[in-house]
């Protein structure tokens, strides 16, 4: 397997049904191609582009399709779980404050979700886009800190 890049070929077995995801953990997105079918021949290149011009529809479209195997689930929510924890982390050592945001910071409006525990929220979207923790290594340092919500599944960089 590439770095960041996930293949799941059908249930049928086909290699003609094959797609890849792409985790972009730069741009923060997933890119997803399917390798539909080719036609290797050029006579049947010629026999299917032929039915084409004369108006030929196929009757299940233009689009090939793809069936998920049972054994490709856990790959993908993996890929799915590294998504979320695209985050970037910046420590600020004289003040022992963590923050975590994705994407890059921005403005935003924290809301205290309990004492030195801030979720950030972006103002027009409402997404929430990061959070800071306050006194950080002295939590760490103490046991005190735990999981943050709506990022349980983050591993906290240690310093």
Not at 23 to 32: A, C, G, H
């Amino acid at each position: 397997m590439l770095d960041n890049s996930y293949f799941f070929e059908c249930r049928c077995g086909s290699d003609e049904h094959t797609l890849r995801f792409v985790l972009d953990k730069e741009d923060n997105e997933i890119y997803v191609s399917i390798f539909l079918n080719k036609y290797q021949n050029i006579f049947k290149r010629i026999c299917v582009a032929i039915k084409y011009v004369f108006g030929y529809k196929c009757k299940f479209g233009h689009w090939d399709n793809w069936i998920m195997c049972n054994e490709d689930i856990d790959k993908l929510q993996k890929m799915i779980n590294d998504f979320k924890n695209i985050m970037d982390f910046h420590y600020d050592k004289k003040a022992d404050v963590l923050y975590a945001y994705i994407d890059s910071p921005i403005g935003a409006i924290s809301v205290e979700i309990e004492n030195g525990i801030l979720i950030r929220i972006e103002p027009k979207s409402k997404r929430v886009i990061g959070f800071t923790i306050i006194d950080y290594m002295k939590r760490i340092n103490d046991g005190l800190l735990k999981k943050i919500p709506m990022f349980e599944s983050v591993e906290l960089p240690k310093y």
